[in-house]
C-alpha cells in the first residue's frame, strides 16, 4: 500500500509568482486535506476535497486554490506570492468523510520559500 | 471556530522515564474527537493515540495513553519509558464530529526531547 506523497519536495520562488504543489492519495482515499504549516506553529487548514469538490475551507484568500482529480490525487495553487507563504504545505488523506473518527494520513510535505 | 492549546513548547525527558504533554481545547460542541500527533524531523506526521468524546475510557496504545478530562476540556498525552525514538514535535488535534467534513484544528505543538 503506497501512501501520501507530495512534490516537490522544497520550492523556492520569488513573490508575486505562482506555484502549484501536488499530492498523491493513499490508495483506496478520496479525500484530501490541505494544510499550511508555518515555521514554530501547528498545522492550519487550507481546504479539503472529496470526490473532486471543494468540501470545506479554512481562513485563506482566494489565491489559494486546488483541485483533485479523478485518481484523487490533488493540487494545491497560490497565486501572486507573499512572503508570508513561507512554509511547510503537507496534505492529509483519508477514506471517506462520513466517519469522523478517520485519521488523516500525512504526507513529507513540500517546503515552500517565497524570497 | 475551535481552538487547540498546548502551553508547553518544550518538554525534555530522560530515556526510560514518564513524561506527559498538556493540550486543552475550547468548544461548544459535545461529540468530537481528539487526537495526538507526532512529527519527527523527517516531518511526516503520525498518528500516535484518538480519543472519542463520547467515550469516557481513556485511550491507551502501547506505552502512550491519554488523559482525556472532558469538562476540563483537557487531552494529555503520556509516554511511558520514553524511547530516543519518541524525540519529536507533539500536536494535539481536534475534530467536530458534526457535519461531512474532517478538518483537523491543530496546536501549536510541544518539541519532546529525549535525553539517553
Known amino acids: 500500500e503506497t501512501g501520501v506523497t507530495q512534490s516537490p519536495t522544497h520550492l523556492i520562488k520569488t513573490r508575486g509568482q505562482q506555484v502549484t504543489l501536488r499530492c498523491s492519495s493513499q490508495s483506496g482515499h478520496n479525500t484530501v486535506s490541505w494544510y499550511q504549516q508555518a515555521l514554530g506553529q501547528g498545522p492550519q487548514f487550507i481546504f479539503q476535497?472529496?470526490?473532486?469538490?471543494?468540501?470545506g475551507r479554512g481562513n485563506f484568500p482566494p489565491r489559494f486554490s486546488g483541485l483533485q482529480f479523478p485518481n484523487y490525487s490533488s493540487e494545491l495553487n497560490v497565486n501572486a506570492l507573499e512572503l508570508d507563504d513561507s512554509a511547510l504545505y503537507l496534505c492529509?488523506?483519508?477514506?471517506?468523510?462520513?466517519?469522523?473518527?478517520?485519521?488523516?494520513?500525512f504526507g513529507p510535505g513540500t517546503r515552500l520559500t517565497v524570497l | 471556530a475551535q481552538t487547540v492549546t498546548q502551553s508547553q513548547p518544550e518538554m525534555s525527558v530522560q530515556e526510560a522515564e514518564t513524561v506527559t504533554l498538556s493540550c486543552t481545547y475550547d468548544?461548544?460542541?459535545?461529540?468530537?474527537?481528539l487526537f495526538w500527533y507526532k512529527q519527527p524531523p523527517s516531518r511526516q506526521m503520525i498518528l500516535v493515540i484518538r480519543?472519542?468524546?463520547?467515550?469516557?475510557q481513556n485511550a491507551t496504545e502501547n506505552r502512550f495513553s491519554v488523559n482525556f478530562q472532558k469538562a476540563a476540556k483537557s487531552f494529555s498525552l503520556k509516554i511511558s519509558d520514553s524511547q530516543l525514538g519518541d524525540a519529536a514535535m507533539y500536536f494535539c488535534?481536534?475534530?467536530?464530529?458534526?457535519?461531512?467534513?474532517?478538518?483537523?484544528?491543530f496546536g501549536t505543538g510541544t518539541s519532546l526531547t529525549v535525553i539517553p
Open positions: 476535497y472529496y470526490r473532486e469538490e471543494e468540501n
Open positions: 492529509a488523506s483519508s477514506p471517506g468523510l462520513a466517519e469522523g473518527y478517520n485519521e488523516q494520513f
Open positions: 468548544t461548544s460542541e459535545s461529540d468530537y474527537y
Open positions: 480519543q472519542e468524546a463520547y467515550k469516557q
Open positions: 488535534a481536534y475534530r467536530s464530529a458534526r457535519g461531512t467534513g474532517n478538518q483537523f484544528y
